[in-house]
């Protein structure tokens, strides 16, 4: 009740001012006009008997203000006209505001845009079902076939036939999936059957038949690869990008199903990636088409498929709940050394010393393959460095101004201590307008 | 009522009085008096009557404890 009854009385205080004041003044009023009869009654000439009254009552504004304090609103009260009157003041000089708000808004903005673009191209996981389960095998970006083994036995790039053994004797994936690591350097040939566009040089990926079972996305149209695709003597099948969908066919439903000419072979399209997949790394141009691994032989003329001394996959997968990451990586390494064994490359006394330095790392799969991401990191970062200067340098230059401005008021602040304003009053006052004007700086 | 020994201004009572009232240990309201003046009557309410008797209570103990220091001093 107590609470009740306080709230009450301030709320009354708050939005009923001028009610509250003037039954203060009706109060007071009361009390003066009572104690001046009183004195005249006891023989007090009128004129004196208002002196003593006054002299009795004390200050009739300090005892204002007192009252005012008790209602216990002082605060909203004073922000409220500290901000009318900082506004005030910025309306009074707009020149100054405006060049305060236009260096502010210059620095932030400029840091708005690096971060929303750090953010695209560093922080963003991709667009897949429970991205955190997803290991990538390995912590390079190593491309391309033919590169030749790392001195330090750092291994991300697999044969073929080193996938499928992996993919046999760890069970501690649920699924397992390879994708080429060097796509965007090797595009293909696709025009449409039937039509009259011209063949287009288009980025296309060669991925396991698993690779969409394993991000755990579903078609946006038509069905994704499956296992059966990615067999040998299969009808070559690919899945399109949404992008590609809605940039070249707009949408068009009837491209599901129907034949496109890859490299001068008939491809069946059987569906469309979902929406905001961009492939499993940040590229320039992402893959349009994803095609099986099996396909590539017939399509690409690529002799490395099922050489088992060719590394050109990297591989992803979903591992089970509750598998530790430490012990699957000892195990992935070992079974990686007896694939290798048999190699020509690891077979020779260079290639033994070799082999016992090679090793496989398990990163978070969840961004899929860092490559763009690191090749642009640190230079995202130092980028992020120098917009944050460029605000630090506005922050200065504002800094600067405020204080020219500081000692143009100090004239207007010393009177206005001299005419009895607190100081803590006057402080705040000046932080509040300060405060304002990070306002429309903080909309900006 | 102190017979002058407490000098307080007048005026201080105001401030005072509206305090008790945001605590709700007074309650007041607008009547008139008997010049017919509209005037603000303020009385006790029960939870301050409550407090009342705490303090007064916490007063008396307190002067008498000082008193008892003063007096075996």
Excluded at chain 1, 393 to 405: G, K, T
Aim: with cysteine; charged share 20%; glycine share 8%.
């Amino acid at each position: 009740l107590d609470v009740l009854s306080d709230l009450i009385f301030r709320f009354r205080s708050l939005f009923r001012r001028s009610a509250v004041e003037n039954e203060l003044d009706d109060e007071l009023q009361f009390h003066l006009e009572q104690q001046v009869e009183k004195h005249v009654r006891s023989g007090l000439t009128r004129e004196e008997a208002m002196r003593q009254t006054r002299l009795e009552f004390g200050g009739l504004g300090h005892v204002k203000e007192d009252c005012r304090e008790s209602r216990g609103i002082t605060f909203f009260e004073t922000t409220a006209r500290d901000i009318r009157y900082a506004l005030r003041q910025l309306l009074r000089t707009p020149a100054f505001t405006v060049t305060v708000l236009l260096t502010l808004a210059l620095g932030i903005g400029a840091n708005a845009a690096i971060f929303t673009l750090v953010n695209a191209v560093l922080l963003r996981k991709l667009p897949v079902t429970d991205p955190t389960s997803l290991v990538r095998l390995g912590d390079n970006n190593d491309c391309c076939v033919g590169s030749g083994n790392r001195q330090d036995g750092d291994f991300a790039m697999f044969s073929t036939d080193t996938y499928e053994q992996l993919k046999k004797n760890v069970p501690e994936f649920e699924e397992l999936s390879a994708m080429q690591a060097g796509f965007w350097g090797r595009p293909v040939i696709a025009r449409r059957d039937g039509t009259e566009a011209r063949a287009r040089s288009v980025a296309a990926e060669f991925v396991s038949g698993n690779y969409f079972r394993t991000f755990g996305l579903q078609p946006r149209a038509g069905r994704l690869l499956m296992d059966a695709d990615d067999a040998q003597g299969a009808p070559v099948t690919a899945v399109m990008s949404y992008e590609a969908w809605q940039h070249n066919y707009a949408g068009d439903a009837s491209v599901v199903g129907s034949t496109f000419w890859v490299n001068t072979k008939p491809v069946t399209i059987v569906g469309i990636a979902p929406e905001g997949f961009y492939g499993d790394r940040l590229s320039v141009t992402p893959a349009e088409f994803y095609l099986p691994i099996e396909s590539m032989p017939v399509l690409a003329n690529s002799p490395y498929v099922h050489d088992p001394e060719q590394d050109w996959l990297y591989i992803v997968g979903r591992i089970k709940p509750g598998v530790a990451i430490a012990p699957l990586q000892e195990k992935v390494t070992v079974l990686l050394r007896q694939a290798l064994a048999t190699d020509e490359t690891f077979s020779t006394e260079q290639g033994k010393t070799l082999l016992a330095k090679v090793h496989v790392v398990l990163t978070p799969g969840g961004a899929g393959i860092q490559a763009m991401q690191e090749w642009y990191g640190s230079k995202l970062h130092l980028l992020m460095g120098i917009a944050g200067l460029v605000l630090l340098i506005a922050c200065a230059n504002v800094a600067n101004l405020l204080l020219v401005r500081g000692m143009g008021r100090r004239a207007e602040i010393s009177m206005r201590a001299a005419l009895g304003a607190m100081r803590g009053r006057i402080i705040r006052q000046l932080l509040k307008a300060s405060a304002w004007r990070s306002v429309p700086r903080a909309k900006v | 009522l102190s017979s002058d020994v407490l000098r307080i201004q007048q005026g201080s009572l105001y401030p005072a009085l509206h305090r008790l009232e945001r605590r709700g240990l007074i309650k007041a309201h607008w009547g008139t008096s008997e010049n017919n003046r509209r005037a603000k009557y303020y009385e006790l309410s029960k939870t301050g009557r409550q407090q009342l008797e705490v303090e007064t209570d916490a007063w008396a103990k307190l002067t008498a404890a000082v008193a008892q220091v003063l007096g075996t001093a």
